[in-house]
C-alpha cells in the first residue's frame, strides 16, 4: 500500500470511528490489511479482544496464539464477511486455520472446509494476522489502526457504506431475484486461501 492509499485510509477510517456502533459484547477491532481495486476491494479486521494463548497441545513447540480476523468483501457476489478463527505458533511462524464462517447477505451463516494442520504463515492478510497476534506492541507502528467495540456485522455495513460509497447495490437487496441475484459464492474464499497456504486448491 503506498503514501497516498495510506492517507485516504487514513481519512476514511477517521470517519468510520464515528459510525461504529458500541456493542455490548467486548471486542477490540483493528484494521490491519486492505488489498484489491474497486469494485473487487477487501479489507481486513482483527479482533485484539480475541487474541489469546492457548494450552499447548500434543505435536506442538510452544503454546499456540489465537486471534479472530473478518474479510470484508465490496463485490456483491461474495459473502456479507467472512470470520477466521487463526491459530499461531509465533516463534515457528506456523499458522492453523481452526475454523472459518461465512456470513450471508440472507443473514444466514456456514462453516467452511478449513485447511488442517499447521503451515507456514504465507506473506499476504496473514501475515498481517500473524504480526497483529504475536508482535501486539507493534500493532500502531505497522500501520494497523484501532476501530474499538463494535460488531462485525457493523463493520461489514459500515465499510460499504462510508468508505466505499455503496449506498443501494441492487445485488445487496435483490436477492434470488434477477440478473442481480446475491450468489453468496463462498468457492473464491476457500480457493484464495488454499492458493496462500500453498494447497491445491478443492474448487479450482
Sequence with gaps: MNIKNKVVLGVSLALLLIQVQQSAMAADWWVIFGTGD?????????????VAELKMESGQAEPARSVTVVQIFETADAPDFVAYDLQFQCNKRLLKVNTVTAYNRSATAS????PKGWN???????????DFACKPDGREANAMMRL???????LATVTRTKMWGITRPSAYYEEN???NAVKNSSQGVLRDLDLLLGNKPANP
Design 111 to 114: 462453516t467452511l472446509p478449513a
Design 177 to 179: 431475484h434477477g440478473p
Design 120 to 130: 507456514p504463515v504465507p506473506q499476504s492478510w496473514i501475515d498481517r494476522s500473524y
Design 38 to 50: 474497486q469494485p473487487n476491494r477487501d479489507l481486513f479486521y482483527a479482533d485484539g479482544a480475541s
Design 148 to 154: 474499538g467495540n463494535t460488531t462485525a456485522d457493523v
